[in-house]
């Protein structure tokens, strides 16, 4: 039984190596993620990291930008990822950067739920029963933390008037561009076509938000006003700007979420957020792993009064608000609008955005304590706008969407729970389907995506799900694949054969004897 045992591991051994040797893609061992080519002034945060590695204290400079960042930054960093990243770093593991963190759901979802621990240690207790706030100062000024309505009060009445030019500032990137050293900056620069009508923009941000506060108890009442037109919701708002000549479209925006926002020498930097999608991409068995991409809806907004462009998401800052869109953004990052709302379609969702900004301003209200201001928790970016896709066209394509449901209990804003309720979610870590992956992606024309191997790792699974060959990885079969890349799995084969090896040297010499 014995010698069966291990003349089985060293077949089986013998096989891996073998295959390994003669190049077969079943094992891809020592597989490299490519650096290149790359567009130009473009660089791998990986490469600007190699660069920076040598200068003194730089390492710990980062570490330190990246800890603050998330507190309102780019991207989710929860200490072990952070730590992760660290190790990264400090052992230039400069390939295992290129594709950071490279987790499914699974693996992720754990590191961000500390959220839970804290929910169910609140005021309200935990079994989500709601405490009618009594709209008082302290309710309304929680609320006013996470919305930008920069002057106009929540406790008094105030009328907006749109007739005239806005006197707010012009754009500046002294205000968002922030200088870590050594040539990198934080941050980019302005879009030579949104930025003029920042003082537009601005104002129309300001408004959008302040009447959508209209619908927090407590909260006086603004009212908007344009060419005779009295609004005092967002929905009413922009109805009254289409009545008063001007063309409003929205947009579904998706894009690759840009982790970093870094600069090197004037050189975009390359730096994603990629996620295990558990598909395997064809001839290998290295599972796709996908950047995790960032949804918004977007008004643009034409007309004899006002020019201006708008967008709004809830963000890792935790606010879910009406925002500027001034900033360029970087090339690698795309860009499509997956739909196009118009008339009165534009004006339907307009009011469910007005409506999802009231409920995440019940849930700040309520649980002041989430930390990151709730995301995660309550959502990603993804999250309200696939709720609102859903409603709108009966289906959700993108991924992934992260709210805890539980969490949605507020009986005053059963429409939203309603809308949240409907659409997938990835919280249990279960497997992404092909059509929210694919449809969450910047761009439907694979080969425009300019990040080092991903455009053919794309063309070959999507072509792989069209054509029914698709392959799904458990869990545990991409963490496999994973430990074979890393030589770990190899290691330990390595030793099973030398054993085996010593054990038959020892039995010949038994028998020569």
Same mark, same amino acid.
């Given at each position: 039984?014995?010698?069966?045992?291990?003349?089985?591991?060293?077949?089986?051994?013998?096989?891996?190596?073998?295959?390994?040797?003669?190049?077969?893609?079943?094992?891809?061992?020592?597989?490299?993620?490519?650096?290149?080519?790359?567009?130009?002034?473009?660089?791998?945060?990986?490469?600007?990291?190699?660069?920076?590695?040598?200068?003194?204290?730089?390492?710990?400079?980062?570490?330190?930008?990246?800890?603050?960042?998330?507190?309102?930054?780019?991207?989710l960093m929860t200490p072990r990822l952070v730590s992760r990243l660290k190790r990264m770093m400090i052992g230039r593991d400069w390939q295992g950067m290129n594709r950071f963190p490279g987790w499914t759901m699974r693996a992720l979802n754990p590191t961000a739920n500390i959220a839970n621990r804290l929910v169910n240690g609140r005021s309200n207790g935990p079994d989500g029963a709601v405490e009618e706030p009594a709209g008082d100062k302290k309710s309304l000024e929680e609320a006013?933390?996470?919305? *930008?309505?920069?002057?106009?009060? @929540?406790?008094?009445?105030?009328?907006?008037? @749109?007739?005239?030019?806005?006197?707010?500032?012009?754009?500046?990137?002294?205000?968002?561009?922030?200088?870590?050293?050594?040539?990198?900056?934080?941050?980019?620069?302005?879009?030579?076509?949104?930025?003029?009508?920042?003082?537009?923009?601005?104002?129309?941000?300001?408004?959008?938000?302040?009447?959508?506060?209209?619908?927090?108890?407590?909260?006086?009442?603004?009212?908007?006003?344009?060419?005779?037109?009295?609004?005092?919701?967002?929905?009413?708002?922009?109805?009254? @700007?289409?009545?008063?000549?001007?063309?409003?479209?929205?947009? *579904?925006?998706?894009?690759?979420?840009?982790?970093?926002?870094?600069?090197?020498?004037?050189?975009?930097?390359?730096?994603?957020?990629?996620?295990?999608?558990?598909?395997?991409?064809?001839?290998?068995?290295?599972?796709?792993?996908?950047?995790?991409?960032?949804?918004?809806?977007?008004?643009?907004?034409?007309?004899?009064?006002?020019?201006?462009?708008?967008?709004?998401?809830?963000?890792?800052?935790?606010?879910?608000?009406?925002?500027?869109?001034?900033?360029?953004?970087?090339?690698?990052?795309?860009?499509?609008?997956?739909?196009?709302?118009?008339?009165?379609?534009?004006?339907?969702?307009?009011?469910?955005?007005?409506?999802?900004?009231?409920?995440?301003?019940?849930?700040?209200?309520?649980?002041?304590?989430?930390?990151?201001?709730?995301?995660?928790?309550?959502?990603?970016?993804?999250?309200?706008?696939?709720?609102?896709?859903?409603?709108?066209?009966?289906?959700?394509?993108?991924?992934?969407?992260?709210?805890?449901?539980?969490?949605?209990?507020?009986?005053?804003?059963?429409?939203?729970?309603?809308?949240?309720?409907?659409?997938?979610?990835?919280?249990?870590?279960?497997?992404?389907?092909?059509?929210?992956?694919?449809?969450?992606?910047?761009?439907?024309?694979?080969?425009?995506?300019?990040?080092?191997?991903?455009?053919? *790792?794309?063309?070959?699974?999507?072509?792989?799900?069209?054509?029914?060959?698709?392959?799904?990885?458990?869990?545990?079969?991409?963490? @496999?694949?994973?430990?074979?890349?890393?030589?770990?799995?190899?290691?330990?084969?390595?030793?099973?054969?030398?054993?085996?090896?010593?054990?038959?040297?020892?039995?010949?010499?038994?028998?020569?004897?």
């Amino acid at each position: 039984m014995r010698s069966w045992l291990l003349g089985s591991v060293w077949r089986v051994a013998s096989s891996v190596i073998l295959l390994t040797v003669i190049g077969c893609n079943w094992a891809e061992i020592g597989y490299s993620v490519p650096e290149g080519p790359l567009p130009p002034n473009t660089i791998l945060f990986s490469q600007m990291m190699r660069e920076l590695s040598a200068t003194p204290g730089f390492t710990d400079a980062m570490l330190a930008h990246l800890n603050e960042a998330q507190k309102n930054g780019p991207a989710l960093m929860t200490p072990r990822l952070v730590s992760r990243l660290k190790r990264m770093m400090i052992g230039r593991d400069w390939q295992g950067m290129n594709r950071f963190p490279g987790w499914t759901m699974r693996a992720l979802n754990p590191t961000a739920n500390i959220a839970n621990r804290l929910v169910n240690g609140r005021s309200n207790g935990p079994d989500g029963a709601v405490e009618e706030p009594a709209g008082d100062k302290k309710s309304l000024e929680e609320a006013k933390k996470w919305v *930008d309505v920069e002057t106009y009060p @929540l406790d008094k009445e105030v009328t907006i008037s @749109l007739d005239e030019p806005s006197t707010l500032p012009p754009f500046s990137t002294e205000d968002v561009m922030t200088n870590v050293g050594a040539g990198v900056t934080v941050r980019d620069g302005a879009d030579p076509v949104r930025a003029p009508m920042h003082p537009e923009s601005q104002r129309l941000v300001n408004v959008l938000n302040r009447v959508s506060l209209n619908g927090v108890e407590g909260s006086a009442v603004a009212t908007a006003t344009i060419g005779g037109k009295n609004a005092t919701t967002p929905e009413a708002l922009i109805q009254a @700007l289409m009545d008063t000549g001007h063309t409003v479209v929205v947009h *579904d925006g998706r894009y690759f979420a840009n982790f970093g926002h870094f600069h090197f020498h004037g050189q975009e930097v390359i730096m994603p957020f990629w996620l295990n999608m558990q598909m395997l991409v064809p001839g290998t068995v290295r599972p796709l792993l996908v950047p995790a991409s960032h949804a918004e809806y977007e008004w643009q907004v034409r007309g004899p009064k006002i020019n201006a462009d708008v967008s709004w998401f809830f963000g890792v800052d935790g606010k879910a608000e009406f925002r500027t869109m001034d900033s360029l953004s970087q090339a690698w990052v795309l860009g499509r609008n997956a739909h196009e709302y118009r008339g009165a379609d534009a004006v339907e969702v307009t009011r469910l955005i007005g409506r999802m900004s009231v409920a995440y301003a019940h849930q700040h209200i309520r649980r002041p304590e989430l930390p990151f201001g709730g995301y995660y928790p309550l959502g990603v970016c993804q999250d309200a706008v696939a709720a609102i896709e859903k409603k709108m066209t009966g289906k959700v394509t993108l991924f992934p969407i992260t709210a805890d449901m539980s969490l949605f209990d507020d009986p005053r804003d059963e429409e939203v729970n309603a809308l949240m309720r409907a659409t997938p979610n990835d919280r249990e870590g279960g497997m992404p389907e092909p059509e929210r992956v694919f449809g969450s992606l910047p761009t439907t024309d694979f080969n425009a995506v300019t990040i080092p191997g991903l455009a053919a *790792d794309l063309v070959a699974t999507h072509n792989a799900w069209e054509n029914g060959s698709l392959i799904r990885t458990p869990n545990w079969v991409g963490k @496999l694949a994973a430990q074979l890349i890393s030589g770990t799995v190899l290691t330990m084969l390595v030793v099973i054969i030398a054993l085996v090896v010593r054990k038959r040297r020892k039995k010949r010499q038994v028998t020569a004897s």
